[in-house]
């Protein structure tokens, strides 16, 4: 049997056909550029895993090259960060086309994702401080990191979200809790679970509780589907995503500007998060009353 081409792999391979919980620069940069490097690599023996792995030595390496301060060693890193975002989509769409698609795997991205964009952030913060030294760089350098993480929990919040009502991306639940199931799993996976919960499931508990509190007390059954595919809710968390973030840092670090990044990381992005709630607050919440 012959094998697809390109862009009917590639539309084989997205998470869901309906494209308003993606990011914009996913489905016309990223996915397709991905989806043509697994389309390469998936008659090969590589594994989702370990385009996974390789996703966080590139994350750490872009962070440990912005430490250098040089301007083209700024510029390497952006590129870097780039490349990190292109294999973060390529482990998933190769895992989709093999049909390994694993909670070991699941565990494995955002606990990756995690430690490299804490060592990209540290470096960033490091490049910075040689230009602009002082406890405002290094507050700032915080509040980037916490920040990228948060928004990030929260685009993925509603996108898994709307995922589960088109009946898809199951492995992903909206927030994670070992179960007996889990016990009896895959023991690796287990201990990837305990480690992400560590990380990530006070975010997961912190996201449920706001989108409760924008949603309000006892809503509907059957409007929580429309709450959960207003498209222009989806539309606005996209613009969190980790590809848009890290594109952003990516243009800055080409421009040498690290110093605006990290503004517009703490004011820009957090003025998206904070509209994006307000939305799905004062106007879709009351919409569907």
């Known amino acids: 049997m012959s094998r697809p081409g390109p862009v009917t792999f590639f539309r084989e391979s997205l998470k869901s056909e309906s494209y308003q919980s993606d990011e914009i620069i996913n489905i016309y940069l990223l ?25 966080i030595l590139v994350g750490i390496a872009s962070g440990i090259v ?9 510029a390497a890193a952006g590129l870097l960060v780039t490349a990190k975002d292109v294999l973060d989509d390529a482990d998933g769409q190769l895992a989709r086309a093999k ?6 795997g699941r565990f ?21 401080l040689h230009t602009e ?22 685009h993925v919040y509603y996108q898994v979200s709307f995922l589960h009502l088109e009946d898809r991306y199951r492995m992903n639940r909206i927030t994670e809790e070992i179960t007996e199931e889990d016990r ?32 309000g007390k006892n809503p509907a059954a059957e409007l929580l589907p429309v709450w959960y595919s207003d498209r222009f809710a989806l539309r606005s968390s996209g613009m969190m995503g980790l590809g848009t973030e890290l594109a952003l840092l ?22 998206i998060l904070l509209s994006n709630i307000l939305y799905r607050k004062f106007f879709l919440a009351r919409n569907l009353r």
Do not use: H, K
């Open 99 to 104: 049909g390994q698609y694993s909670r070991r």
């Open 250 to 271: 990516a243009v800055c670090s080409l421009l040498g500007r690290l110093d605006v990044y990290l503004f517009l990381n703490v004011f820009l992005m957090n003025g």
């Open 133 to 154: 030294p002082g406890a405002v760089t290094v507050l700032l350098g915080v509040l980037s990191f916490a920040g990228i993480t948060l928004r990030v929990s929260y």
């Open 66 to 74: 912005y430490a250098l301060n040089t301007p083209f060693a700024v």
């Open 184 to 215: 009896r799993g895959d023991p690796v996976a287990l201990r990837l679970q305990q480690v992400f919960l560590l990380l990530y499931g006070w975010q997961d508990r912190l996201m449920s509780s706001l989108d409760r509190w924008c949603l």
């Open 31 to 55: 996915r397709p550029v991905a989806a043509a490097i697994v389309w390469l690599i998936e008659p090969m023996g590589i594994t989702p895993n370990q385009v996974t792995v390789s996703a």
């Open 108 to 128: 494995l991205d955002s606990i990756g994702d995690f430690v490299a964009d804490a060592v990209i952030f540290a470096g960033i913060t490091l490049s910075v």
